[in-house]
């Protein structure tokens, strides 16, 4: 057996892992994910558009959710002829339909402002990397199954997914691999996720598995309690509404969006927080609620119970405001406050959010509440970044006289703690690959890894690197 990371090896995003084994009806080859690379530009245009391996030979694609990371590629890879089965759980199917539309229109936008302003400069147009219709297309092949029951991907190879506790739909990957008579077990964390978040389940513990592919984006660090978030949501509610401002929350349209308007019922049915009223200004947003309510299959305890067990729609309640149109969008400038306002997108680089802040960043009754990570040279990181005075959006500087709060407690990850207690419980574990991290994460988790399991080997291989597998 071999496995190749074709993408998030040493780096975060463009997870895409293949497994190959010689199966009684000769190789077959499965992919694990077929993710987007993100990040500078050029580098990671140069890294989508051609697939290291020959998409016509891929005998099934497994999916562990709709992140674009994990399953951006999906419409590329159809368009390049892949025309096998995508599996993936009922909830990923119906919220990848979703964002990858929206990722092609985006890929459509994106080509159609390079094509005008950089055209002659730069490199040459060559067309988007898949277009709104290629994601449509691309979904007759996607296949949804169950959390926990097992199936046939191909001949020689069975798999199971569970919960991860990361997004809705987000699963891990169970493997059974038989090769030459044997079995052999692998597992795959896909994005793990943390105990307690709201919505959705904690993540299972992984069963006994010999090959472990494991996540590493946070091996070096420590997160807030997730507790706590709601604590600080409530206290920039409180202390805006008491100015008269408005609070503006770069949203991530896929969870995070969810969780605070979760949080946000919540407070509001403990009588926690002012009669605010709340926008969510985003149609990506908007949509992805509607599959949220589709799949109550994905829902902890604690949302049915206090939710839908009583009827009630945890999205839904009389301050929140799903905005419709553009005209609506605009109105809100008008609108004296207090308000809140989500917006896409998270790290504010495009979508509704600029104009908001363009309006509101010099007012200091005002307050700017960044609730995911900002990536490096991005408008939000340089909002939540102290050392920064001044911003520009879109042509102009705006000084930043709002108040800036940070909650890192919402992170969808899995911190180092976490982490440790997901490997060290594996039971007859041989071998941990570790992909999805940079490496002043991955290094010090592999060295604590080896020092707690002496009996396991750790390897943090390169892209394209071939790791064989003795069954
Ligand atoms: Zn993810
Ligand atoms: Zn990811």
Same mark, same amino acid.
């Given at each position: 057996?071999?496995?190749?990371?074709?993408?998030?090896?040493?780096?975060?995003?463009?997870?895409?892992?293949?497994?190959?084994?010689?199966?009684?009806?000769?190789?077959?080859?499965?992919?694990?994910?077929?993710?987007?690379?993100?990040?500078?530009?050029?580098?990671?245009?140069?890294?989508?558009?051609?697939?290291?391996?020959?998409?016509?030979?891929?005998?099934?694609?497994?999916?562990?959710?709709?992140?674009?990371? *994990?399953?951006?590629?999906?419409?590329?890879?159809?368009?390049?002829?892949?025309?096998?089965?995508?599996?993936?759980?009922?909830?990923?199917?119906?919220?990848?339909?979703?964002?990858?539309?929206?990722?092609?229109?985006?890929?459509?936008?994106?080509?159609?402002?390079?094509? @005008?302003?950089?055209?002659?400069?730069?490199?040459?147009?060559?067309?988007?990397?898949?277009?709104? /219709?290629?994601?449509?297309?691309?979904?007759?092949?996607?296949?949804?199954?169950?959390?926990?029951?097992?199936?046939?991907?191909?001949?020689?190879?069975?798999? =199971?997914?569970?919960?991860?506790?990361?997004?809705?739909?987000?699963?891990?990957?169970?493997?059974?691999?038989?090769?030459?008579?044997?079995?052999?077990?692998?597992?795959?964390?896909?994005?793990?996720?943390?105990?307690?978040?709201?919505?959705?389940?904690?993540?299972?513990?992984?069963?006994?598995?010999?090959?472990?592919?494991?996540? !590493?984006?946070?091996?070096?660090?420590?997160?807030?309690?997730?507790?706590?978030?709601?604590?600080?949501?409530?206290?920039?509610?409180?202390?805006?509404?008491?100015?008269?401002?408005?609070?503006?929350?770069?949203?991530?349209?896929?969870?995070?969006?969810?969780?605070?308007?979760?949080?946000?019922?919540?407070?509001?049915?403990?009588?926690?927080?002012?009669?605010?009223?709340?926008?969510?200004?985003?149609?990506?947003?908007?949509?992805?609620?509607?599959?949220?309510?589709?799949?109550?299959?994905?829902?902890?305890?604690?949302?049915?119970?206090?939710?839908?067990?009583?009827?009630?729609?945890?999205? /839904?309640?009389?301050?929140?405001?799903?905005?419709?149109?553009?005209?609506? !969008?605009?109105?809100?400038?008008?609108?004296?406050?207090?308000?809140?306002?989500?917006?896409?997108?998270?790290?504010?680089?495009?979508?509704?959010?600029?104009? *908001?802040?363009?309006?509101?960043?010099?007012?200091?009754?005002?307050?700017?509440?960044? %609730?995911?990570?900002?990536?490096?040279?991005?408008?939000?990181?340089?909002? #939540?970044?102290?050392?920064?005075?001044?911003?520009?959006?879109?042509?102009?500087?705006?000084?930043? @006289?709002?108040?800036? #709060?940070?909650?890192?407690?919402?992170?969808?990850?899995?911190?180092?703690?976490?982490?440790?207690?997901?490997?060290?419980?594996?039971?007859?574990?041989?071998? %941990?690959?570790?992909? *999805?991290?940079?490496?002043?994460?991955?290094?010090?988790?592999?060295?604590?890894?080896?020092?707690?399991?002496?009996?396991?080997?750790?390897? =943090?291989?390169?892209?394209?690197?071939?790791?064989?597998?003795?069954?």
């Amino acid at each position: 057996m071999k496995i190749i990371p074709h993408g998030a090896a040493q780096e975060v995003t463009g997870t895409c892992h293949e497994i190959q084994i010689e199966s009684a009806s000769g190789t077959k080859r499965i992919l694990l994910d077929c993710g987007l690379f993100q990040g500078k530009r050029q580098e990671a245009a140069m890294k989508n558009a051609e697939f290291t391996f020959n998409p016509t030979e891929i005998d099934a694609v497994v999916l562990t959710h709709a992140h674009a990371d *994990h399953c951006g590629r999906m419409p590329l890879l159809y368009k390049r002829g892949y025309r096998g089965p995508v599996y993936c759980t009922y909830a990923t199917r119906d919220l990848a339909e979703v964002m990858l539309q929206d990722s092609g229109y985006i890929h459509e936008k994106d080509e159609e402002y390079f094509c @005008k302003h950089l055209a002659k400069s730069m490199m040459k147009c060559e067309g988007p990397l898949y277009t709104q /219709q290629d994601a449509i297309d691309c979904m007759e092949i996607f296949q949804g199954h169950n959390y926990n029951d097992w199936f046939d991907v191909c001949d020689g190879i069975k798999v =199971q997914f569970l919960d991860a506790g990361h997004i809705v739909g987000a699963a891990m990957i169970v493997l059974e691999i038989v090769e030459n008579g044997k079995v052999h077990r692998v597992g795959f964390s896909g994005d793990l996720g943390r105990s307690m978040l709201p919505i959705i389940r904690d993540p299972a513990p992984m069963p006994p598995v010999d090959t472990l592919i494991c996540e !590493s984006t946070y091996g070096n660090r420590k997160h807030e309690e997730i507790t706590t978030a709601k604590h600080v949501l409530q206290d920039v509610i409180i202390r805006t509404a008491k100015r008269g401002g408005k609070v503006f929350i770069p949203a991530f349209s896929l969870e995070r969006t969810q969780e605070i308007v979760y949080d946000l019922h919540v407070l509001w049915d403990a009588k926690g927080i002012p009669a605010m009223p709340i926008f969510i200004d985003s149609p990506l947003a908007s949509r992805v609620t509607e599959v949220f309510m589709k799949h109550p299959e994905c829902y902890d305890k604690e949302m049915y119970d206090r939710f839908l067990a009583r009827g009630r729609n945890p999205f /839904q309640f009389s301050l929140v405001k799903y905005t419709e149109n553009v005209e609506e !969008s605009k109105a809100l400038n008008e609108n004296p406050g207090p308000l809140l306002i989500m917006a896409g997108s998270g790290m504010c680089e495009a979508g509704r959010i600029r104009h *908001h802040l363009r309006n509101g960043i010099e007012n200091e009754r005002n307050t700017i509440l960044a %609730v995911g990570y900002m990536a490096e040279n991005t408008l939000g990181r340089r909002i #939540v970044d102290p050392e920064v005075a001044e911003v520009k959006i879109f042509d102009q500087f705006y000084r930043k @006289k709002a108040e800036v #709060v940070s909650i890192n407690a919402y992170s969808g990850h899995a911190d180092m703690a976490d982490l440790d207690s997901y490997v060290y419980e594996v039971e007859h574990l041989k071998t %941990v690959i570790l992909v *999805h991290g940079e490496m002043d994460g991955m290094e010090p988790f592999s060295t604590r890894i080896k020092q707690v399991r002496s009996d396991v080997t750790v390897l =943090q291989p390169r892209r394209e690197e071939v790791i064989e597998i003795t069954v």
